[in-house]
Every structure is written in structure tokens, then in C-alpha cells.
């Protein structure tokens, strides 16, 4: 019965995590957890495009160009030309998105704590690789 009903409760459980980790970076730092996706991206890999950003992240283009548009009208992240290529535009993180982050972080990591202690250490462990793997095969060219 549970195979029959796997992609309901993921579905499920990712909204209710989705709903309760944004209304905690909300509260911590004025960000949704999709923002806070973006603004880790844009940390690691400074100066990236917003193609790069879309395809870190798994969203379409026209998606991140109005989280790039909110983002740096919240001071969180600025544009720049691109070094290299022409027509692109390169982000970078704002003092205030460096602050946003260190704010949020204890926030994500308390959360994550909290459900580590809601399904126990090593199903917390088992079920994160598992969604990495389910991660990895759909983004193969032969599942998509």
C-alpha cells in the first residue's frame, strides 16, 4: 500500500516542510526557503549567471529572473556585466543577503534537527540520499 501512495505523501510532506520552513526564514530574515535556495547558489559561486542559477536550482529561466528581480529590490543580491560573456549578467551577494544568511542559518538548521528528532537520525540520513537519488535520475536526459 505504501508504493501505491509514495508520490501523495512526498507530495504532501514537501508542501507541509515547504509552508513551515518558510514561514521561519520568513521570520528570521524576510526570505522564502525558494530565495534562501538562491541566495547559497549566488554565495558559492559568485559571479553567477542567472542560466546557472535556473539550472542550480531546477527552475525555468522566466522563474529566476523575477526571484533575481525581488532579490536585488530587497538589497539581498546586486548585478553586474558578466567578465566573459556578453550578454549575461553576473550576481553577487549584498552585504545585507551575507546577513540574511547568517540570520537564517541557525533557523534551517534547527529545522533540520527538528525532523532528524520527528523520523530518527538514520532515517533522516536514509531518506536524504534517497531523495538525492531520485534527484540524480530525473535529471538524466533519459527520464526527463
Not at 10 to 20: F, G, K, T, W
Not at 67 to 96: E, F, N
Request: charged share 20%; net charge positive.
Amino acid at each position: 500500500m505504501a508504493d501505491q501512495r509514495l508520490y501523495f505523501l512526498l507530495q504532501r510532506a514537501a508542501h507541509q516542510l515547504r509552508v513551515a520552513a518558510d514561514r521561519r526564514c520568513m521570520g528570521a530574515a524576510g526570505i522564502t526557503t525558494a530565495q534562501l535556495g538562491a541566495l547559497f547558489v549566488v554565495q558559492e559561486q559568485p559571479g553567477v549567471t542567472q542560466q546557472e542559477l535556473a539550472h542550480a536550482l531546477g527552475q525555468r529561466e522566466s522563474a529566476i529572473t523575477s526571484m533575481v528581480t525581488r532579490l536585488v529590490d530587497a538589497g539581498l543580491i546586486s548585478k553586474r556585466t558578466h567578465p566573459k560573456q556578453y550578454r549575461a549578467i553576473a550576481l553577487d551577494l549584498t552585504t545585507s543577503g551575507k546577513q540574511a544568511l547568517e540570520r537564517v542559518r541557525p533557523v534551517i538548521q534547527d529545522f533540520n534537527e527538528q525532523m532528524r528528532a520527528a523520523i530518527g537520525a538514520d532515517a533522516f540520513d536514509a531518506t536524504a540520499q534517497a531523495l538525492a537519488r531520485l534527484d540524480r535520475w530525473f535529471a538524466t536526459p533519459e527520464t526527463s
